[in-house]
């Protein structure tokens, strides 16, 4: 019978074998391509014995410096872990596929620049459950695996494009995995911002100078990748805005072609996006389409911009209430105050002691109160669609930034 062990408990019975990353300096390096072979990865330290990756903090991995420059001139490298349980490396697993099916390895979602890494257990044992889609009897497992580990080397110029690489060995670890349940991929959400959103300073604060665009209810959205369809429904000023993918970056962002109706993506010199009137209109982004859209192209199958043809209620206020405050009113604030503005998005920040119930609505009446139930992203925040006189509303505890839309009745609670 094989031993299980934690390999926690291997720490105390010797270090790895390390080879050094000093690297000599030379007043004009050459960069080249290392030779095969010189890239070691050394051979882990517990040998054949069996490893618990339940009950094992890291798998520690160490190797050379692979020489990348003529005189081995110090050179800045990233490194990637690259895993296989059939032994193989014919083919990558790749998130943004529908079908893997083949896919013999997988890497490691995180890059190293040190020669010596401690990988976490459960890193591995979700990679491993990703690659594999194993089934919940975990049977499977009892004699463990034998896990094939390879490490791939790189250095890369200031726009990310890789100028050399190079391979390591491939070295051996029996393991002994378990279930992962795998969770499916938070909506991907992009933000608008300009002199028609929030007080029209083309700001990153959420959501007085950007405002995150909404899930569709019941949209199914890609599990792997959460690509889907993000929307908004709201007043336009004729003050021009743009979309953008993350707060803190213009280097993914949509503006407008030749003329409104015509979207590019990625085109830092588009104009910005200005309605041919003010009033009220609904934006909507495939974010699926979008990701097929090379850079500076038309990516109007995947934008638009359309009028809205209701004529929704325009409140003078907007409250929160619930368990938190004795079922008072706590007033939220407008997002938008550019000047002529008409808002319909709202946020205030609450802080919530436990599962407490929560409703939105109109000052000092009930007549306009909106909930319902509420979905759980990766990362502990919320977001749900209310209906009028709907079911209380119960995050967890925690302080959330608190968004709210009296249009569409699609509320968020982002987690501070």
């Known amino acids: 019978m094989k031993k299980i062990f934690s ?11 390390f080879i050094s990353c000093d690297a000599d300096r ?36 160490s190797w050379s410096q692979p020489q990348f420059t003529s005189s081995n001139a110090p050179v800045t490298a990233n490194y990637e872990i690259q895993l296989s349980n059939a032994g193989t490396f014919t083919k990558a697993y790749n998130a943004e596929l529908e079908d893997n099916t083949g896919a013999d390895y997988i890497v ?10 401690d990988v976490p257990a459960s890193k591995i044992a979700t990679a491993l459950q990703t690659l594999n889609g194993w089934a919940t009897d975990n049977t499977v497992f009892e004699n463990g695996i034998t896990l094939t580990v390879r490490v791939r080397a790189f250095v890369q110029n200031a726009t990310f494009e890789v100028l050399a690489e190079v391979l390591s060995n491939e070295v051996t670890v029996n393991a002994l995995p378990y279930y992962v349940e795998l969770k499916s991929a938070d909506p991907d959400i992009w933000y608008l911002i300009g002199g ?12 007085t100078g950007s405002l995150p665009l909404q899930t569709v209810a019941d949209f199914e959205y890609d599990t792997k990748t959460g690509f889907g369809n993000i929307t908004w429904t709201g007043y336009l000023g004729g003050n021009g805005f743009k979309i953008k993918h993350t707060l803190d970056s213009w280097d993914e962002q949509i503006g407008q072609g030749s003329a409104f109706g015509a979207f590019v993506k990625n085109d830092g010199g588009s104009s910005n996006i200005s309605v041919p009137a003010a009033g009220y209109y609904t934006i909507t982004v495939d974010t699926k389409a979008l990701d097929a859209v090379a850079d500076k192209d038309d990516c109007s199958a995947a934008v638009t911009v359309e009028a809205y043809t209701g004529t929704p209620d325009v409140f003078a206020g907007m409250c929160i209430s619930g368990d938190f405050n004795g079922w008072g009113d706590t ?4 997002a938008h105050t550019y000047a002529g503005a008409v808002n319909h998005d709202w946020f205030a920040t609450v802080t919530l002691d436990g599962a407490q119930g929560i409703k939105f609505k109109e000052p000092g009446s009930w007549d306009y109160n909106t909930g319902g139930p509420i979905t759980e992203t990766q990362d502990g925040s919320y977001f749900g669609y209310g209906t009028n006189n709907g079911d209380n509303i119960y995050p967890a505890a925690g302080t ?16 501070q």
């Open 108 to 117: 490691l979602d995180e890059t190293y620049t040190s020669c010596k890494v």
């Open 196 to 207: 028609d959103i929030g007080a029209g300073g083309w700001t990153s604060d959420v959501p």
């Open 7 to 17: 390999y926690a408990m291997m720490l105390a019975a010797g270090s790895l074998a």
């Open 26 to 61: 030379d007043s004009n390096p050459t960069l080249e391509t290392p030779a095969a072979g010189t890239f070691v990865l050394n051979s882990p330290v517990y040998g054949t014995a069996l490893v618990d990756l339940l009950i094992s903090n890291s798998i520690a991995l």
């Open 331 to 334: 007033d939220m604030t407008p």
């Open 400 to 415: 959330y930034l608190v968004i709210y839309n009296d249009i569409t009745r699609y509320y968020r609670f982002i987690l």
